[in-house]
């Protein structure tokens, strides 16, 4: 006597499962920002999407109203639990992967620091502020290092 085994229901069962599960999983990146949401550093409204940024500590989220005071918060923070937003898109990336302008810009704290994804975009708004372009390492070791 054979056994015949059905693969159609174990099929239909998996599917779910993975359904299921893929429903419950977070998002990558920070959630958005609300509006009228407080910056955690100067108690200022975080409510321009060019300057806007957060950064992940432990399960929960900071948001501040500028890279300026992600900073002054963050310290020696690693990178990947920063989120900064793009100048021209207006949308949050992981600090490591832009690249930061700080130039004669206007900004919420004066700092003058703003961030692209776009190299030739950060060397242009560079170029016509006076500014320099780095990544979040250089800038970080540059505010560490300072008087």
Known sequence: MTTRL???PLLWALAILTATLAGCARPAGPP??????ECATCAMEASSPRFACERQVGKSWRVYDSIECLM???????????WLPDYDERALHRADSLWIVKGDLATPMAGGLVAFRSRAAADS???SSHGRVGRWTDLASAVESAP
């Open 125 to 127: 708004v560079a170029a």
């Open 6 to 8: 059905c693969i159609g």
């Open 72 to 82: 002054r918060d963050a310290g020696p923070a690693v990178a990947t639990t920063m």
């Open 32 to 37: 958005p920002i609300a509006a009228g949401t």
